[in-house]
């Protein structure tokens, strides 16, 4: 029997980022969730022309320095500029423009009046505060220069990472990609989700839960199948997805029963690994390559599977895809007891209290449970020494919510 951290490292430590890939950067809603392979440099300044920075009044500072609210300054107006207005224009001395957020500065300006400190004037304008040079004006180039680095190798796009890329004038960034993922639930007991099952059948849930939870962790799901409990069905039905796909994610097959497909197509041979972890659930695991496809052959009890998912498909798909593999988790105290069996590690399905500050566990711990599953919000780790989750102890918590 592995232990838990030993079998996470090892399939952590069985798979590599994959090759980065040239991508349209104006498609950047498409790519949020993948990695950058290069650092991303501005072909622009930003702002590309100096510009005002309030609704207001373009004017020399040195020609307001003398107003105040009960001597305003009275400039003539020389027309509006607009936000998008593409004329290059000079402010002549002792004049203003009407000027907008984000429209160009005219050249001989050094502050734009707010239209609040006016009265808003259309042919001449009472300005009844002076103002310092500069004062409302954003500079060419005050933000970024060409060439300056706006993304770092090794981001994670996020949505707030968009504006600088979009506006750095790049055409293609280099990535690193989805890892393609393909899920096969096996089991002779299976029907179709949305047919009514039979006396001795289930509804395959696996496999549209898995998807989910592929899905969910950024990674891009390219087939589903279900097939039969023989090992022939099982090694040619992966066999083709392996050439298409990095990842292959079956549920079902790698206990000790009698008929159990993937260690019947597989067991034996060098590229796969049926282990025993010291985990509940999901004790039993497999592990294999088929042709440059990483396969995790997971348990087929529900809560096993995503179980297993969280903890050893994700992290290894992050890894393919260029990122950080850790298995995010908060800290919170025990609220009531439950009992966790002796020398295995165990994920609870817990729901949280106060505020997220404490847990208690929900509904029976089967790994067959799918009500209890639907109800809980976190998965506690309970390190496999203990038997007895104490009341007030800190555990780590793995939320089930926003895995990305
Ligand atoms: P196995 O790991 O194949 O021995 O399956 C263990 C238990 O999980 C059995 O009760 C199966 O019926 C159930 N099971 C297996 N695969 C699925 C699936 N795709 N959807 C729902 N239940 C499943
Ligand atoms: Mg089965």
New binding site residues.
Partial sequence: MLTFDEYQQRVIAAVRSLPPRTVDAADAPALLGLVMAESVRTRRALPGFTNSAMDGYAVRAADVRQATVDAPVSLPVAGDIPAGDTRTLRLEPGTAWRIMTGAPLPDGADAVVQVELTDGGLDRVAIREAVDAGRAIRHRGEDVEPGDEVLPAGTLLRPRHVPALISSGVGEVSIIPRPRVAIV???D??VPPGQDPGHGQ??????PMLAALATECGFEVTAVRRVGDTAEEVRDVLTELAEHVELIVT?????A?AF?PLKLAFEGGDSFDFVKVAMQPGKPQGFGKLGSATVFAL????VSSLVSFLVFVAPAGRVLAGRDPTVHTVEAAVAETWTSPPGRQQFARVVFDDDGRVVRPIGGQGS?VLGGLAGSQALAVVPADTTDVAVGETLHVIPLEGLA
Avoid at 202 to 207: E, L, M, Q
Avoid at 299 to 302: A, H, I, K, S
Wanted: aromatic share 0%.
């Fill in positions: 639930s096996t089991g007991e299976l289930v509804v395959d849930s696996n496999a549920s079902g097959g790698v206990s029963g159990e348990p087929g009890n529900p067959h």
